[in-house]
C-alpha cells in the first residue's frame, strides 16, 4: 500500500509535469529575464494540482478496463481495490477546486490556459466522447493539450506575445504527442500503414515548427542538443530491444528525455557555450537573409503584411481589447 501511495497514477505523472511546466519558463528566463519566483511557486501548485484530477477522474472512468491489466494494478489505487469509488471522486473534486482557486489568484490568463487543459482533458477521456481512442482526435486534442502545458508558465509571468516562443513549444507539443502516441496505440508498420496520413502530417508540422526554431529564435545549439541527445537515447534503447509501449519503459524513457529539455537551454548561460552559441545564430542569420532576397516580392510582401499586422498586439490584453472593440462595433450598428 506504501508503494502504491508513492507509485500512482498521480505521482508517477508529476516530474514529467512540473520538467513541462518548466520549459517556458527557462525560455522566459533566457528571453526576457529573471521571472518572479513566487508567482512560478503558486503557478505551478496551482497546475500541478488542478491537473492531478485529470488522472484521477481517468482512473475512475477506465476501472473496468484497469481491473483487467496486470501491469496497471500495480499502480492504479482504484483498480487494485486500495481505494474505493467515493474516496477517488472526492479526490478528483478536492483536486480541482483547490487547484482552479490556487490558478484563479496567478492571473485569468492563468486560471483559462489550466481550465482549457482540464476540459480537454475530460473530452480524451469521458466516456461520452473517449477521444483517446480515436488516434485522428488525439493527434490534434493532445497536441493542445501538450502546448498549453508547455506554455502556461510564460503566460503565469507575462502576457507579452511579440517574445513568445511560439516555434519553439509547438515542437515540444508535437513530439510529445508523438510519443504519447506510440506507447497509446503500440505502433507497429500495419498501424503507420493505415494512420498515414495522421503520422505524416505531425512528421511534417513538428519538422516545420522545429526549423523555424532553429532559425527564428537565436539558439541554434539549444536545437541541435534536442535532436542529438534525445535520438541517441531512443536508438540506444531500440538496440536494448526495449519496448516503448510499456509504462515502466515509457517511464524510464521519459525521465532521461525531459532533463534533456532544460538542459538544452540551461547550457546557454554558460559563457563558453552561449558566445559559440551567438556565433552560430550570427552565421544563420546571414544565410536566411541572403536566401530571402532570392525570394519573390510577391511572396515576401504578403508575409510583411502579416508580419506587421501581428505586431499590432503585443499583449493578450491588446488581443482583448480589440476584440472587445470589435464586439462593440458590431452592437452599434443599426439596421438600414
Known amino acids: ?11 508517477v505523472s508529476l516530474p514529467k509535469n512540473i520538467v513541462q511546466f518548466a520549459l517556458s519558463a527557462i525560455l522566459y528566463w ?8 513566487t508567482t512560478l511557486l503558486v503557478a505551478l501548485s496551482g497546475f500541478l494540482i488542478s491537473y492531478s484530477a485529470v488522472y484521477m477522474y481517468n482512473d475512475l472512468v477506465d476501472y473496468e478496463e484497469d481491473k483487467k491489466d496486470s501491469e496497471k494494478l500495480r499502480w ?5 481495490g486500495d481505494m474505493s469509488f467515493k474516496q477517488a471522486k472526492i479526490i478528483t473534486l ?13 492571473n485569468r490568463w492563468f486560471f483559462a490556459m489550466v481550465a482549457g487543459m482540464i476540459a480537454l482533458n475530460f473530452l480524451h477521456s469521458s466516456p461520452y466522447t473517449r477521444y483517446k481512442k480515436s488516434m485522428n482526435k488525439t493527434s490534434i486534442n493532445m497536441t493542445v493539450i501538450e502546448f498549453l502545458k508547455f506554455s502556461c508558465a510564460w503566460f503565469a509571468l507575462t502576457t507579452d506575445i511579440t517574445r513568445f516562443p511560439f516555434w519553439i513549444l509547438l515542437t515540444f507539443a508535437i513530439a510529445y504527442n508523438v510519443s504519447y502516441i506510440i506507447y497509446k496505440f503500440d505502433f507497429k508498420g500495419k498501424t503507420i500503414k493505415t494512420n498515414k496520413k495522421i503520422i505524416g502530417g505531425l512528421g511534417i508540422t513538428g519538422l516545420t515548427s522545429y526549423m523555424i526554431s532553429f532559425i527564428y529564435y537565436g539558439m541554434p545549439i539549444s536545437m541541435i542538443f534536442l ?9 540506444l534503447f ?5 519496448k516503448f509501449h510499456k509504462i515502466d519503459n515509457m517511464l524510464i ?25 551567438s556565433q552560430m545564430a550570427d552565421t544563420i542569420d546571414v544565410y536566411t537573409d541572403v536566401i530571402v532576397e532570392e525570394i519573390p516580392d510577391a511572396i515576401t510582401g504578403h508575409v510583411d503584411n502579416l508580419t506587421d499586422k501581428l505586431k499590432e498586439y503585443e499583449t493578450l490584453e491588446d488581443i482583448e481589447n480589440k476584440i472587445k472593440e470589435d464586439i462593440e462595433n458590431i452592437t452599434e450598428l443599426k439596421p438600414i
Open 76 to 80: 492504479k489505487l482504484l483498480a487494485s
Open 94 to 106: 478536492t483536486f480541482l477546486v483547490v487547484g482552479f482557486g490556487i490558478s484563479f489568484f496567478v
Open 227 to 235: 535532436i542529438v541527445i534525445p535520438l541517441f537515447i531512443i536508438l
Open 30 to 37: 533566457v528571453i526576457i529575464g529573471n521571472p518572479d519566483i
Open 253 to 277: 524513457t521519459e525521465y532521461m528525455l525531459l532533463p534533456v529539455v532544460i538542459l538544452s537551454f540551461l547550457i546557454l548561460t554558460i559563457p563558453a557555450v552561449g558566445l559559440l552559441n
Open 238 to 242: 531500440k538496440q536494448m530491444d526495449i
Open 1 to 11: 500500500m506504501i508503494k502504491k501511495i508513492l507509485f500512482n497514477s498521480v505521482t
